[in-house]
Nanobody, 120 residues
Framework: VQLQASGGGLVQPGGSLRLSCAAS????????MGWYRQAPGEQREWVAG???????NYVGFVKGRFTISRDNAKNTVYLQMNNLKPEDTAVYYC???????????????WGQGTLVTVSS
């Protein structure tokens, strides 16, 4: 299973970006999908998650600014980021819990990361 993340870049404070992450490979189904981030010198932290049924959850400091969504037909998860702040600067990673058959346990896979820089 491969996860390909895209959409990062340089944006000014207050701006917006939309990240995408497409999963491909031996996938029977995908349970939860999510986004994490890692700022320079910091540990990776969870940002947002979405279940296969569309239930979403967010870490407190992005609530009201970030929106996670997914397209199950495309095995793709998105992160719409609005009102970005310099402290949002980080490498953003997507993750997906996938199953390769109906009876297999889910395994977590990670994307390669996409850099988001918020700076004037």
């Amino acid at each position: 299973v491969q996860l390909q993340a895209s959409g990062g870049g340089l944006v000014q404070p207050g701006g917006s970006l939309r990240l995408s992450c497409a999963a491909s490979g031996s996938i029977f189904s995908i349970n939860g999908m999510g986004w994490y981030r890692q700022a320079p010198g910091e540990q990776r932290e969870w940002v947002a998650g979405i279940t296969s049924g569309g239930t979403t959850n967010y870490v407190g400091f992005v609530k009201g600014r970030f929106t996670i969504s997914r397209d199950n037909a495309k095995n793709t998860v998105y992160l719409q980021m609005n009102n970005l702040k310099p402290e949002d600067t980080a490498v953003y990673y997507c993750a997906a819990d996938t199953k390769y058959s109906s009876g297999s346990p889910p395994n977590k896979y990670w994307g390669q990361g996409t850099l988001v820089t918020v700076s004037s």
